[in-house]
Each structure stands twice: as structure tokens, then as C-alpha cells.
């Protein structure tokens, strides 16, 4: 066997390795990380400006969070260059001092997020334990000295496991199994006696985070025995109230830790890329969670960083808020005593209200003005204080229709089988669903995470355009589907003569372009209006009609012409219902029962996409009609949806019933042999 030890003239080089199995969709695999990593270098970056910025957070609860986002930016720096070199350039090749020294930062950055939380769980148990005591205790020399004493324990616990690697040597296998440099990866590919280098790994493991854990849940046990002796049981949930955002950033610190133990242990069987991206999950999860976390709970935070970002559009948009906010309050004091149904609706309006009156604490009024140029969104009225939850599976959703859709351009693209006209409009629907998605998601994901709830007017008439052009195009897009299904069914001979690929990109131009033309005068319809002292919309993004009411001018010409393009819309579906009509006709007419069945199957995946598109589009235009002043919670929900659902289900839905599709997916994903 050829050995290669580390003292020779030329460096042993070794090999990263992205997700095995899924090279072939590396690049594609490489957007989410990317994101993930954008998010926890500017969410970690946001957390140390405005803690060095603003003098009301120079406290010693707010240094330990320093400390925590500046471990979270150098444990993300550490892995970027080489998780995103193999995902991007295919440049898997790394020396040995690099993958030591790579090795060395990861590991030791690791057991100081570790310690960090320690010490936070400290400063925890010294503010809820002894408050009289907690500034005389935790002191800023004190903190310096915690600070120190946790960087020199790491780098002492880590400079032993560099040295015991630098003198192992290694065989010819040399092709690791992430896509960094990992002690435990590295050693298991020395041909040498590597016993030394496990025992002094384990008691690394066991001098940090193996300490640190049981210190924390013994610091817990000790708040919640003092909490519990507090009188007041408002006294004791403030109390816990203080300690939630360290309790999530423990458990999304150490839970991913524990289950990578336990499929190291237990999972050998399981695939190579589960134990891959568990250490991913691991290393990318916390950076990412714990300046939300601490943004969206920690309520000093969260107003100095809305102060800091959205400033200028609170000084623009807040006489019309405040306008809001008065209406409101009017309303509120004037209906006392009202019918309980007025008393309910009023109650909707109460969190709101509160919500408002925030704003106006933070920034002075310039009640002169009387048009407004910014508009205020909502979340979902009554849920305010639970904006954080709901965004969990908001932001879920939005991940499994960015991953969904685009594995489905992916498998297209990728799969000759597949350059057939009943696929290229697949993957005109599948644009079509992540150009509505990334429509919205700015605005939705920045009310429910930071609850910023301010847009400007020509940012609202663009989201609008792209929300609107968006939906005309998936609704063209369906028509165009059932038009390939009426062709493969009523006239399967001349299939491939009619559809050419070349009628196919046409068809696809044309109706991109009538979807265009037909929204591109809503915005300019819009922007020629004037908003006066209402600027409260009714979602969390904008719609043609939700606006155009908030006018103080004529606003006739707005309402005919966006009526004129719901009609063009719905005359989609009469076309599709037709189509389908002229299908049934011609399956009926087959004689065997087996045939039938299986024209219809070839259907099944559409109908499916058709009714998710347009049901939530009857039901909520009928509740406007019939239900507009019941439910307005539940007119909320059916318009997101509506936005959500479709670009959710639909590649769902293709992979499932649609054999192809679903066949070439799992064997890009190594599930299925080729």
C-alpha cells in the first residue's frame, strides 16, 4: 500500500466531498447554502453593529450576545470557502496544513459557541438568582476575563489534536466525507496507530461542551427553583420570559450535536449524505437561528435594529399610521358598551392598534403631512404576539417551493427523456411558481420575523406588478397544459407535428408577453391616485384592489380596469373546463375501460394543479362578495393560500403522479439506480 507521510517535500493533498450521491445537483444544491450563509453573516454582522452602536445596550447580557454572534460569523467564515468552492468550482482539493488549520478554527469556534452559552446561562442564573447583586458580579472587567478564559481553554484543548495529526501519515485513500476538514474524518484516513489522536479528541469533546452542557442544565435547575418561589405569577413568567431566547439558541445548538452522535453511533447504515448533512444541519442551523432568535425575542434588539433599517420610511409613512392609529382608537373608545358582534371586530383591531402606538414611541410625527407615500402592512391581526411561530412554517413553505420547483427546472434541463412539450410547460409553471414566491416573500418574512411592517408606495405598486403578472402567468400556463392534454387525447397522431418545440417557445412568449401587457397598467393606474389619511393594507403584501381603496381621489378607472383583468383571468378556467369537456367526450368514446383509465390518469397531475390554483381564488372572491365583514382572519389565510399553496403543491404533486418526473428525481437523488 502506498503511505504518504507529512515531512515530505511536496503536501499531501486531499479531497472534499460535496453531498454524496448528489454531485450531478451540486450546483443547484449550492442556493440554499448560499442563502443560509448570507443570512448568518448579515444577521450576525446586524447583532454586533447595533450592539457597538447603541450606548442602551452596552450591558452585560448584550456583551455575551456579542461574543455568541461573533463566534457564529467566525464559525460560518470558516467553512464558506471550501463548502462553497467544492458546491460551485468542483475545487475539492485541499493541503494538509490548510485542512489542519481549518480543522483547528471549526473545532475550536465550536467549543467557544459552547462556553458562550455557558456564560450566558451564568449571566441568567446571576440576574433571576441574586438581581441585587447581578451588576456588582458581572462586572465589564469581569466579563472581559470570562471572555479570555474561554479562548485560551479552547486554543489550549485544540493545539494538542494539531500536533497529533501533523504526525500521523496517510494511505492512498484520501478523499474525506465533508465538505470541510473534520478531526474525526481526518484521522479515520491515517494509515498509522491513531489511538492518541482519538483519546485526545475525546477529551477535548468532554473538557467543553461535555462540561458546558450539564453546567447549563444545572444553572437551569437553579432558575427554575427560584422562579417557582416567586409569588406573582406575572412575576414568574417575566421572569422565564428573560431566559426563552437562550433556552432556543442552547437547543438549536446542542440538539443538532446530540442527533449527529447518535447517527454516528447508531446510523451506519443509514445513506453517506444523511450523515453529511446532519453535520451541515450542525454547523449552518445555529449561525443562521440565533440572530432571528435574539432579534425577533429580545425586545431591545428588535427596536434598535427597525430604528436602524426602516427609519427614514417610518418618518415618511407615520402621519398616515398615526392617522390609522387615532381612527382606531376612536373607534375602540366610542363602541364601548356596543353589541358584542361591533365589540368583537373591535378586539380584532386592538393588536393592531398596540402595534401602531410602538411606532409612534420610536420616532417623532411630522403631523403636517397630510398625502403619504408609504403604506403599512399586517400579519395576521390577533396573532401578533405569536408572528414568530407562524413564520416557521411560513419560512418552511417557502423553502419547499424554492427546493421543489427548481429541482424540477433541474431534472428537466438535466434529462433528455424529458425535452418533450408536455414538460417544457411543466417547467413554464414551475417559473411561473417561483416567480410568485419570491414575489411576496420579502414582505412576508420581514412582518412575521421583524415585524416591520412599512413599505414605500412605488416598492408596493412593484410588488403588486410581479404578484398580479405572476398569477395571470399561471393561469396562462394552465390553459396551455390542458391545451397539450386536449391535443395527446383527442389528436394523439399529430402531437409531435402540432406542439414543435419551436410552437412550444412561441406559445410561451406570447402568453408571457399578453400576461405582461395585461398587469404592466395596474402599477401606473395606481401611482396616479392620491393616498391621503389611510394607509393600512389588509395583507402582508400588496394587491391591486387592497390599495386602489386606500385612495382619496376618483379611483373608477383602477376598479374597471383591474376587474377587466380578473375577467381576462377567469376566462382561463371557462377555456380549461371547455377543454376538458371536449377530453371527456373523446375518453368516453374509447372502448376498453383500461385505455380510458389511463387517458385520464395522463390528466390527473393537472387537474390537481388547476383546482389548487383556482379554488382558493373562488372562495376568496366569494367571501369578499358575501362574507367581506365576518371573517376577516379568515380572508387572510385563504389570500395567503393562495400565494403559498401553488408554488408548495404543485411540483409535489408532478413528482408524485407523474411517473416520469418522479423517477428521474429519485435517481438524481441516488435513490434509484439508473
Known sequence: MLVFNNTNAHPLTFLLTGIPGLRAAQAWISIPFCLLY????????MILFVVLREQSLHETMYYFLSMLSATDLSLSLCTLSTTLGVFWFEARE????????????????????????????????????????????????????????????????????VFSVKRLSFCSSVVLSHSYCYHVDLIQLSCTDNRINSILGLFALFSTTGFDCPCILLSYVLIIRSVLN????????KAFNTCISHISAVAIFYIPLISLSLVHRYGHSAPPFVHTIMANVF???????????????TKQIRKVIIKVL???????????????????????????????????????????????????????????????????????????????????????????????????????KTEPSLQEPMYYFLSMLALSDLGLSFSSLPTMLKIFLFNSMEISADACFAQEFFIHGFTDMESSVLLIMSFDRYIAICNPLRYSSILT???????????????????????????????????LLSHSYCLHQDVMKLSCSDNKVNFYYGLFVALCMMSDSVFIAVSYVFILKTVLGIASRGQRLKALNTCVSHICAVLIFYVP??????????????????????????????????????????????????????????
Not at 416567586?230 to 413568567?237: K, L, P, V
Not at 412561441?506 to 408577453?513: C, Q
Not at 402599477?523 to 396616479?528: E, S
Request: proline share 5%; net charge positive; hydrophobic share 50%.
Open 38 to 45: 448570507v443570512i448568518a453573516l448579515s444577521g450576525n454582522s
Open 94 to 161: 485541499i493541503n494538509l496544513n490548510a485542512c489542519i488549520a481549518q480543522m483547528f478554527f471549526l473545532h475550536a469556534f465550536t467549543f467557544m459557541e459552547s462556553g458562550v452559552l455557558l456564560a450566558m446561562a451564568f449571566d441568567r442564573f446571576v440576574a433571576i438568582c441574586d438581581p441585587l447583586r447581578y451588576t456588582t458580579i458581572l462586572t465589564n472587567a469581569r466579563i472581559a476575563q470570562i471572555g479570555v478564559s474561554m479562548l485560551i481553554r479552547n486554543v489550549a484543548v485544540m493545539l494538542p489534536v
Open 230 to 237: 416567586i409569588a406573582s405569577s406575572e412575576g414568574r413568567q
Open 283 to 297: 454547523l449552518l442551523i445555529p449561525p443562521v437561528l440565533n440572530p432571528i432568535i435574539y432579534s425577533v425575542k
Open 310 to 412: 426602516i427609519q427614514k420610511q417610518l418618518q415618511r409613512g407615520c402621519a398616515c399610521a398615526r392617522d390609522e392609529y387615532k381612527n382606531i382608537n376612536k373607534d375602540i373608545d366610542s363602541q364601548q358598551g356596543a353589541e358584542p358582534e361591533k365589540l368583537q371586530n373591535l378586539n380584532n383591531l386592538k393588536p393592531l392598534h398596540f402595534a401602531l402606538g410602538d411606532l409612534f414611541m420610536m420616532i417623532p410625527l411630522n403631523t403636517s403631512e397630510v398625502e403619504i407615500s408609504t403604506f403599512v402592512l399586517i400579519g395576521i391581526p390577533g396573532l401578533e404576539h405569536v408572528h414568530l411561530w407562524i413564520s416557521m412554517p411560513i419560512c418552511l413553505i417557502y423553502l419547499l417551493a424554492t427546493l421543489g420547483n427548481c429541482t424540477i427546472l433541474f431534472v428537466i
Open 501 to 535: 418545440s419551436s410552437r412550444v417557445l412561441h406559445i410561451g412568449l406570447v402568453f408571457a408577453i399578453k400576461s405582461i401587457l395585461l398587469v404592466l397598467p395596474l402599477p401606473f393606474t395606481l401611482k396616479r391616485l392620491r393616498y391621503c389619511n389611510k394607509c
Open 617 to 674: 381564488i373562488i372562495t376568496l372572491a366569494i367571501m369578499h362578495r358575501f362574507a367581506m365583514h365576518k371573517s376577516p382572519l379568515a380572508m387572510i389565510l385563504i389570500a395567503d393560500a393562495f400565494l403559498l399553496v401553488p408554488p408548495l403543491m404543485n411540483p409535489i404533486v408532478y413528482c408524485v403522479k407523474t411517473r416520469q418526473i418522479r423517477g428521474k428525481v429519485l435517481e438524481k437523488l441516488g435513490l434509484k439506480s439508473k
